[in-house]
């Protein structure tokens, strides 16, 4: 009896390791006959782990599908998921140029400008006469991501000087951080200000490239000494944009111009610093700058 139970047991072995020695090329083509979706479906309906060979191909395939599908609707988790499986490919192989290739190319439509960069360096160390640079335009992939501007009236009252920061970019669309400071002192107006605005901005493309609609929400902090009254407040305000922007991705000159209503919230100190609302002020500005990587 026990020489039974060990035969069997050996038996079940041998088929089991046998299975586990599939090599996903024996199937690949056939996989690939369907269209996109059902191949998506058909790999993912796989066990991986029966396959012992080329599994490096089958997060390549996998990668590739979700890539295709971006081109419609253009919904970059796609391209997210297909770099998920070149990950996955390259962890199997790490300098599996395929892989490496369309690493590079979702990076790209990502607007990764770093990423895309390094996974086109990694291919041209396998293929040193490659032209890869005209599949991944990484010249245009590379957004200069810092601005400098002045705007006139605008989220500040008067003026104000600015920084910002693109910190995220997702294909066309766009998201900015905004630091400011303006200061005046003016006798004739009977008043001296300070002021600190931030806001963060939705860039959507819109006509030809480097036009753009802009949305923003911000904050405004300020103190101002009134000399007639011979006190001190401290105000913040809540912003709001929308407008132009005019932007390229490469650098250069930048302006903008948009409606900026504000609504005041006061903080007087001659209230004991109790907080009052003020009026909804409908206002405008304009700014011009150097954007720079």
Request: hydrophobic share 40%.
């Amino acid at each position: 009896m026990r020489r039974i139970i060990l035969c069997i047991v050996l038996f079940l072995g041998c088929v089991s390791v046998k299975a586990q020695q599939r090599d996903y090329l024996s199937i690949r083509d056939s996989l690939k006959s369907v269209n996109t979706k059902n191949w998506i479906g058909a790999l993912n309906d796989l066990d991986t782990f029966s396959f012992s060979k080329n599994i490096h191909l089958y997060y390549t395939d996998l990668g590739m599908a979700y890539y295709s599908l971006f081109e419609f609707p253009r919904d970059s988790a796609y391209l997210f998921q297909a770099v998920s499986n070149f990950q996955r490919a390259l962890y199997h192989i790490t300098m599996h140029d395929e892989a490496i290739q369309y690493m590079a190319m979702a990076y790209g439509l990502l607007g990764h400008c770093d990423e895309a960069k390094r996974f086109i360096n990694l291919y041209k160390k396998i293929h040193p006469q490659s032209n890869i640079e005209r599949v991944v335009p990484v010249n245009s992939i590379c957004i200069q991501r810092n601005t400098v501007f002045l705007e006139v009236l605008g989220t500040a009252g008067l003026y104000s000087l600015n920084y910002e920061k693109l910190i995220r970019s997702e294909y066309k669309i766009k998201h900015a951080a905004r630091i400011g400071f303006s200061y005046f002192d003016i006798h004739a107006l009977d008043l001296a200000s300070a002021t600190v605005p931030l806001s963060y901005s939705i860039l959507f493309p819109i006509a030809k490239r480097n036009h753009y609609l802009e949305i923003a929400l911000g904050l405004e902090f300020s103190r101002s000494h009134y000399y007639s009254l011979d006190y001190t407040a401290n105000y913040i305000s809540n912003s709001f944009r929308l407008g132009y922007r005019y932007q390229k991705k490469m650098g250069g000159a930048f302006y903008n111009l948009g409606w900026t209503p504000s609504y005041l919230v006061y903080i007087d100190k001659r209230m004991d610093e109790v907080f009052y609302y003020g009026p909804l002020y409908a206002w405008a500005g304009f700014g011009v700058g150097y954007t720079f990587k």
